[in-house]
């Protein structure tokens, strides 16, 4: 006769009691708890689920369809797929819950039902724990964002912002390069956002998730170069390292290689680069095997190519082979019009990364940065402003804050000096005098707003900013 300490040994058992227990303290301890069979149809609900639901009795529920009873609901995936779903926030009744849900087997295994389980109905009581997630979710982002900073392309096309024509054109060109794989050329001014324009085109095509590698060919030491972008095998030079070196072709392999200051590049170095761009293969310093590589190539030049070509500084061959696409970048001085929308994005990313919470800039402030010519375009834009803001007090910019910092313009064209009362003006000064006191009216009834002012004068802002600086005029307190 079996007494009770071999029943407690009985493994069998155990289980089965484990599984009724905890089945018991689930349902006595959660807000909630349903089953469906097969079919997908509810054989039971208990009755706090009922009350949850909004029905008087668990009868309303049985033999229905669970969608009828719950819309949205994932447990007829569970009996489809028999894998549970370990946590999840589901709504029901505008009220947000906490659930598990998870198959139910036969003897042999096989998926006869599901049931699920609401473990909160309130997430208040989850808030440390999701808060925790988060908190680990951002540090990941941010780990990853550290390991991939020198190999990751942040900006798109949405950050080249404009809409004047040379902008326009632009951006319509490297869209057209980022759907296919072909070489491209980037000239224009320094400061005017080519490796930006470049980053755009990697993230908009197919090689987005492949790296992004940037080289300033001009600030490699010229013994260096060669290694820093073929590689180096162990040994290859006194110095190198013993586990060799990879290549800046190499790291970007699959991905996409933007080559800063393109003018500057040995003419020794030119020969290997056009071999790559024609062969797609790199034979790493000291080494006599080479390594096939699939990258897209964007180059980036503030210097005329075409005339260091005829100086028989850069290769013809190879200017030919780069210039397959080429890109020209507008200076800010002729984009004038965009000038509030490029402050505006400066002015986000700066605040973004500084305590500049309430970064602002008037309609005078704008007057004041279109009346300087820019040479050193959007990166001394962003200068200007980021020094502004650190003197300023409210870091609401005006001319004030301007005039302060900004060189003195050759363009600025001082107001013409009153004349005494009764004194008949040249035509000249009269149409000036008139000008000048159009474009006062027009800012008064726009209420120092630039863009209306210069509608209602049926002109372009840029012209309005001109005649600005040109009558020394500054527009009213409203901001962009």
């Keep these: 006769m079996s007494g009770p300490s071999s029943v407690v040994s009985d493994p069998a058992y155990i289980r089965a009691r484990a599984m009724e227990t905890l089945f018991e303290r689930l349902e006595h301890l959660c807000e909630g708890a349903i089953a469906i069979d097969r079919s997908g149809r509810v054989v039971y609900v208990n009755e706090k689920y009922v009350t949850a639901m909004g029905l008087s009795h668990e009868s309303e529920a049985l ?17 489809e797929t028999g894998e549970p779903i370990i946590l999840d926030i589901m709504e029901l009744g505008g009220e947000q819950l906490v659930v598990t849900r998870m198959p139910i087997e036969d003897e042999k295994g096989n998926i006869i039902g ?51 024509a040379g902008i326009a ?113 790199i034979e790493p310093l000291g080494s006599d095997k080479v390594t096939k590589v699939d990258l897209r190539v964007i180059a980036a030049t503030n210097v005329d190519l075409h005339k260091r070509v005829s100086e028989g500084t850069f290769r013809a061959d190879l200017y030919y082979r780069l210039n397959v696409l080429s890109i020209e970048l507008p200076p800010l001085r002729h984009c004038l019009d965009d000038l509030p929308e ?96 159009t474009l006062e009216q027009a800012l008064a009834a726009s209420n120092g707003q630039i863009s209306e002012a210069a509608r209602m004068l049926q002109i372009s802002r840029a012209t309005f900013y001109k005649k600005l600086a040109k009558f020394g005029l500054a527009a009213g307190p409203a901001s962009v």
């Excluded at 940065?369 to 820019?374: C, Q």
Aim: proline fraction near 5%.
């Design 63 to 79: 033999g229905r369809p669970i969608e009828e009873v719950i819309p949205n609901s994932l447990m007829r995936r569970v009996v």
């Design 169 to 281: 054109q632009a951006k319509e060109l490297a869209a057209r390069a980022a759907r296919q794989s072909v070489t491209v050329l980037l000239t224009g001014e320094t400061g005017t956002g080519k490796e930006m324009l470049a980053q755009a085109i990697h993230n908009a095509s197919a090689r987005a998730e492949k790296p992004f590698v940037s080289v300033n060919v001009a600030a490699i030491p010229e013994t260096l170069i060669e290694s820093e972008f073929f590689g180096a095998v162990p040994g290859a030079y006194t110095g190198a390292d013993r586990k060799g070196r990879e290549g800046k072709f190499r790291v970007a392999d699959g991905g996409t290689l933007f080559l800063d200051e393109i003018g500057e590049m040995p003419l020794q170095l030119q020969a290997k680069l056009l071999r790559v761009l024609q062969e797609r293969e």
């Design 114 to 164: 599901a049931i699920g389980f609401v473990l909160y109905d309130r997430l208040e009581g989850l808030k440390p724990l999701l808060g925790r997630v988060a908190q680990l979710e951002n540090d990941l982002r941010l780990a990853r964002r550290q390991l991939s900073h020198a190999r990751a392309a942040r900006f798109t096309f949405e950050d080249y912002v404009g809409t004047t």
């Design 342 to 437: 490029i402050c505006g994005r400066l002015l986000e990313d700066i605040s973004a990364s500084g305590d500049y919470l309430n970064a602002r800039i008037t309609p005078s402030g704008l007057a004041a940065l279109a009346r300087y010519d820019w040479p050193g375009n959007v990166r001394e834009l962003r200068n200007i402003l980021e020094r502004a803001l650190i003197l300023s007090d409210s870091g609401r910019l005006t001319s004030d804050d301007f005039d302060r910092i900004l060189p003195v313009s050759a363009e600025t064209i001082p107001a013409a000096p009153s004349r005494p009362t009764g004194l008949v003006l040249p035509y000249a000064e009269a149409e000036a005098e008139f000008e000048k006191h």
